[in-house]
C-alpha cells in the first residue's frame, strides 16, 4: 500500500477548512494534526474533520515527529514567523498566499528552507488547477502569438457588507492587494515568466490605513503590458484575458476557473471545459505530496524565486502607495 | 408630407458607403449630393446608391443650396480643412471621429461652428445607439452606484493582415489610438461625465511613427479609474465593463453594443438586449435631423465642448508618447 503523507494543518480558520475538506479527496493523503492557539478550537476542527490529534500550540504540532507536513493557515501576518518555526524544526511547509507580508520576510524564509534543506511552496493553489495546467500547456506552445496585453482583475465590496475585520487591518497586513491583487499579480507572472520592467498605478489607501482600491499596470518591455486591478470597495469581474497577435484567450474566474476560450484570428471561438474535483485546493497538496516523495526541495510549479518575485511585485505598488504596514 | 433633409457627403471611401446605407432607414433623410477628388469615383458612387447629383471637388458640394448638411467622411488629417470650408459656407457638419487630429484643431472648427452660426457635430455614432441610450438612462439612476473602475478595450491585429495602409501613415494621423482609441476615450467620458484628473500610460510607437498598442489609465478622483488599450498590433476583446459599489455592468462589443448585462450585489446577472437597426450609423444621422429641424446649432447628447475634451485626452496620451504628426 501506498505510503500516506501525514498532513498537519498550522491555525483553524476558514481556508484550514477549506483545506482539510479537499484532503479528503488526496488519495496518498491523511490530515494527522492540527493546532490552534485559541482555546477549544483546534479540538473543535479536529472532531469536524475526523482528526486523530490536536494541539493548542503551534510548537507541539511542529515537533510532532508523525507530521510530514504542515499547511500554514495563519493571517499573513503571522506566515514568517510561522513558517520559520517549521523549518528550524526541519518540518516541510506548504504556506497560505500572500507568502509573507514583504520581499524581505519573503527572503528571509527562502533562506531557511535551503539552509535547512526543507520543502517550502506557496500555496498558490490556482497553478495546480487542471485548468491552468492545460492553459499554460497551450501558452507555451504560443497559441496566441506574441503576447502584448493581459488584463486580470479581482474585487469585491467587502465594505459595510458582513466584511471580515481583517480585510481591513493594517495590525494583519490587510488590503485588496495582498489578499485578492496577490492573484492577478502572481498570474502576470505566470503568463509573462518574467517581473515587469516597470510598474504604473493608482492605489487608494483607506482610513483604516490599508488599500481598497487599485488599478496597476505592468510593462515587460516593447509593447508587453498587464493592467490589473483589485479592490474591496468594488464588484469587478473577476476575470483574465490574455491577448496576442494571434488572438486572445478569455479565462473567466481566472483563481479557480473551469474553463477558458480561444479566439484566434479569423477563426471561431472555442471553449476548453476542465473541471476541478473538490473544491480545488487538492492539487496543491498533491504537488506537495509529490516533491516530498521525490525527495524535492521546491516545487517546478511554483518555485521560491518566483514567490519572492512576487512578493517584490507587491512591495513596489504599496511603496507607490506610501502603504507601509505597522510590523514593517 | 414631412420635410426631408437632404444630405451632402464629402469624401467617398468606406465609411461613406456605410453611411449612404444607413440613411435609407433615416424616414426624414435624402441622399441629395456626394462628393469626390478622385476622378470618377463620385459618379461611380452616385450611381450605387442613387443619389442624382455628384461633384469631382469639394467646393461645389458645399456651395450647393439644395443640400441641408454635410457628413465629413475624409481622413482625419482632412477634417480640419473640409469643416472649416462647409462652416464658412454656412454648411451644417457631421464630422467623422476623431473629429480632428488634435485639440487645437478642434477648438478652430467649434470657434468656426460659433461664430458662423452654423450646426456642427462629431459622428461618435455609438452615443445614439438604442443601447447605449439604455445604457446611459440606468447609469444615471446610478444603478451600480458610485463607478470605481472602467475598463474599455479596442485593439485588432492590422498589421501584415491586409492593412489598410492609412492604419499606419502619419501624414494622415494614422495609429491605433485616433482610430481606435477615441471609442474607450469617448467612452470612459461618457461614464465619468468629466475629463481625468490625471493619466497614466505605456504607449508604443511604431517604426512607420504612428502608435501601434498602447495601455492607458484615467484617474477622475479619489478611487475612480478608467484603464483602456487601443491596438493595431494585436486582438483584443471589444468589451467595456463598468463596475461600482453596487455591482457590474458589462457591454460586450461597447462601440456597437446591441445587448448589455447588469449584475447587481448579491443578485442574479439579467441580460438587456436591444438590437440596432440597419448599421447603426442612422441613429447619429436622425439625431442631425432632429437638431437641425429644431433650429439647434449643437446635439446635447453629443456637444462641441465634449469633442474638444476627447480631443484634449488624446493630445495628452500622445505627449506622453512624445507621438507628434508630421502635420502639427
Not at 492587494?177 to 516597470?198: A, E, I, N, Q
Request: some cysteine; aromatic content about 10%.
Amino acid at each position: 500500500m501506498e505510503k500516506k503523507i501525514r498532513w498537519g494543518i498550522l491555525g483553524c480558520g476558514r481556508i484550514a477548512k477549506t483545506f482539510a475538506e479537499s484532503l479528503q479527496h488526496v488519495a496518498d493523503a491523511e490530515l494527522a494534526a492540527v493546532a490552534s492557539r485559541t482555546p477549544g478550537k483546534a479540538n473543535e476542527f479536529a472532531k469536524a474533520y475526523n482528526v486523530q490529534c490536536y494541539y493548542e500550540n503551534y510548537l507541539d504540532l511542529v515537533k510532532d515527529e508523525s507530521v510530514d507536513v504542515i499547511y500554514v493557515a495563519t493571517t499573513h501576518n503571522y506566515h514568517h514567523e510561522h513558517v520559520l518555526l517549521c523549518l528550524e524544526n526541519k518540518k516541510p511547509v506548504l504556506c497560505e498566499k500572500p507568502f509573507t507580508v514583504n520581499s524581505k520576510q519573503a527572503e528571509d524564509l527562502i533562506k531557511a528552507a535551503r539552509q535547512n534543506k526543507v520543502f517550502l511552496m506557496e500555496a498558490m493553489w490556482t497553478r495546480f488547477l487542471p485548468c491552468i495546467v492545460e492553459l499554460n500547456r497551450l501558452l507555451s506552445e504560443n497559441i496566441v502569438g506574441d503576447i502584448g496585453l493581459l488584463r486580470a482583475d479581482f474585487g469585491f465590496r467587502a465594505k459595510g457588507r458582513n466584511a471580515h475585520k481583517y480585510y481591513f487591518d493594517p495590525n494583519l497586513a490587510g488590503g485588496a492587494l495582498l489578499d485578492l491583487g496577490v492573484y492577478p499579480v502572481s498570474f502576470s507572472r505566470m503568463v509573462f515568466k518574467k517581473s515587469p520592467l516597470s510598474i504604473k498605478t493608482f492605489g487608494y489607501i483607506d482610513s483604516s490605513k490599508v488599500d481598497e482600491h487599485a488599478a496597476y499596470m505592468f510593462e515587460y518591455g516593447y509593447g508587453k503590458v498587464a493592467m490589473m486591478s483589485s479592490s474591496f470597495s468594488i464588484d469587478i469581474p473577476h476575470d483574465a484575458v490574455i491577448c496576442g497577435t494571434e488572438g486572445y484567450i478569455k479565462i473567466p474566474y481566472f483563481s479557480r476557473p473551469t474553463q477558458f476560450s480561444i479566439k484566434l484570428h479569423g477563426q471561431e471561438e472555442k471553449t476548453v471545459r476542465i473541471p476541478f474535483a473538490s473544491n480545488g485546493l487538492n492539487y496543491q497538496a498533491q504537488e506537495v505530496n509529490k516533491c516530498l516523495k521525490e525527495g524535492k526541495l521546491e516545487s517546478d510549479i511554483m518555485p521560491l524565486d518566483e514567490s519572492l518575485e512576487i512578493m517584490k511585485m507587491l512591495d513596489a505598488l504599496r511603496k507607490e502607495w506610501g502603504l507601509k504596514y505597522p510590523m514593517e
